[in-house]
């Protein structure tokens, strides 16, 4: 059996609207217009951004558009096309998405955004099925990690060492068993426990890409250095 790369979106913007904002205006008038109950419905800046006002860090939340672009670099990778990636969303509030690398996401945001909403209100989608195409626990950035048994962990963050997605791509292929950690959210950093979590840290020479775009550069840098594209 090939070893697999892992890629993490970690911290990622992907959560149902929290209690304390249920009553809010805004965010009452969206889910009713949806026919739904706002703990069932995403929490999404766009819609949400006046009552996320109050929330703590609000910087990294309310973004699963992130979440959706980044996965769909993803599972359309050559990477992931030749059976070489296993991909995981790790969440703010310390939730971990397995994804069958077999996933069609849909390409419609609002779409996705019912799927979603469906995983992480019934646990799995499709909800009935004995091998589902996405199934969600509660779990650490540091258990999955464990669980894994990632031999070397590398984080993209403007914090680390400057470096090329190439040279980047090239530390991640000396170790298949390597795992890639990336941001599931802009405009932030990553918190000081999952940094610690690193073996390496890297930051792209160029500056101000959003996260979806190291995905993509990364995952067509490694697949060329595995002569797979």
């Known amino acids: 059996m090939k070893e697999r790369f892992k890629l993490v979106i970690a911290e990622a913007s992907l959560e149902l609207v929290p209690r304390e904002l249920w009553g809010h205006p805004a965010v009452y008038k969206a889910a009713r217009k949806r026919g739904k109950k706002p703990g069932e419905t995403l929490l999404d800046s766009t819609l949400h951004h006046q009552a996320m006002k109050r929330l703590p860090n609000s910087s990294k939340r309310g973004r699963p558009d992130v979440v959706h672009i980044e996965l769909l670099e993803a ?9 070489l990636l296993n991909i995981y969303v790790h969440t703010l509030e310390d939730y971990v998405i397995y994804i069958n690398p077999e996933t069609r996401l849909p390409r419609n945001y609002n779409r996705f955004v019912g799927l979603m909403e469906q995983l992480l209100t ?25 669980e894994m048994g990632s031999c070397k962990t590398i984080i993209i963050s403007d914090l680390g060492e400057q470096a ?14 390597s ?18 979590l690193a073996d390496e840290v890297y930051a792209p020479r160029i500056r ?9 550069y990364i995952l067509a840098q490694l697949a060329d250095i595995l002569g797979i594209t």
Do not use: Y
Request: charged letters at 20%; glycine letters at 6%; hydrophobic letters at 35%.
């Open 122 to 146: 019934q646990g799995q989608v499709p909800p009935s099925s004995a091998r589902p195409l996405m199934h969600v626990r509660p779990m650490k950035l540091q258990k999955l990690l464990e």
């Open 164 to 177: 090329s997605f190439r040279e980047i791509a090239t530390r991640l292929a000396s170790n298949p068993c």
């Open 75 to 83: 599972l359309e990778s050559p990477l992931n096309k030749q059976g």
């Open 179 to 196: 795992t890639i950690i990336v941001k599931g959210f802009t405009h932030a950093e990553f918190s000081q426990d999952t940094l610690a």
């Open 208 to 216: 101000g890409l959003e996260p979806w775009i190291h995905v993509s």
